[in-house]
């Protein structure tokens, strides 16, 4: 069966700080990769989405990064964190064909 | 410009009763349509979805129904039971069976069953 996992769970991190929140799905193959983020009174957000290694799509504008060095690994990171980059960060997946979305636990970032 | 609105943030329905939880877009291209249940400081899991071809998609306790004339859909919970007490997603997507940049999600509605 397949599984996600992202990590790590909670994060407080200060202002101007980096960051790296990594995710790793198991059990299949070239799935596409998602993060998404949750903010206080909005919904899910997509972020960054890949269908392949090394190919990464932004959906918003932001310091925000990701990559993909590996098929089933996909890293959020940031040079330095803002205030508003506070929130909780979602890792998805979905089959290659796309379908449903299946979310990892969740990374719950405050910024200080 | 929200594509997808969940208009109600909350919602509150007393145990064994019917949830009604409802959901708006905008988008006439959106052809797929997913619920996703989401409980405190946990990922969302999918519940149930629905296909533009289709009016009604019932799996157990949950119902969802599209009326695309409208750009309407709802997710029916009878009866509503204390383990439903989450925030519900709606999402929408541009291609059947959702795309990998291709889902909008609303905002959410808090369902809260009262004992």
């Known amino acids: 069966s397949q599984t996600i996992h992202q990590w790590p769970a909670t994060l407080v991190q200060p202002v101007g700080s980096p960051l790296s929140l990594e995710c790793t799905v198991e059990g299949t193959s070239n799935p596409n990769l998602y993060w998404y983020r949750q903010a206080a009174g909005r919904g899910l957000q997509l972020l960054f989405y890949?269908?392949?290694?090394?190919?990464i799509s932004s959906e918003v504008p932001q310091n925000l990064s990701a990559s993909r060095p590996q098929d089933r690994q996909f890293i959020l990171s940031s040079k330095k964190l803002l205030l508003s980059d506070s929130g909780f960060y979602l890792c998805?997946?979905?089959?290659?064909?796309?379908?449903?979305?299946?979310f990892g636990e969740g990374s719950r970032l405050t910024v200080l | 410009d929200q594509q997808v609105k969940q208009n109600s943030p909350s919602l509150s329905v007393q145990e064994g009763r019917i949830s009604i939880l409802n959901c708006d877009y905008t988008n006439s291209m959106f052809d797929y349509f997913l619920w996703y249940k989401k409980y405190p400081a946990e990922g969302p899991t999918f519940l149930i979805s629905i296909s533009s071809i289709k009016d009604k998609n019932e799996d157990g306790r949950f119902t969802v129904f599209l009326n695309k004339s409208a750009k309407h859909l709802s997710l029916h919970i009878v009866p509503s039971q204390p383990g439903d007490s989450a925030v519900y997603f709606c999402?929408?997507?541009?291609?059947?069976?959702?795309?990998?940049?291709?889902?909008?999600f609303g905002k959410g509605t808090h369902l809260i069953i009262q004992p």
């Open positions: 890949s269908v392949g290694i090394g190919q």
């Open positions: 999402a929408a997507s541009l291609f059947s069976g959702g795309g990998a940049d291709g889902l909008t």
């Open positions: 998805a997946w979905t089959r290659t064909g796309g379908g449903e979305l299946f």
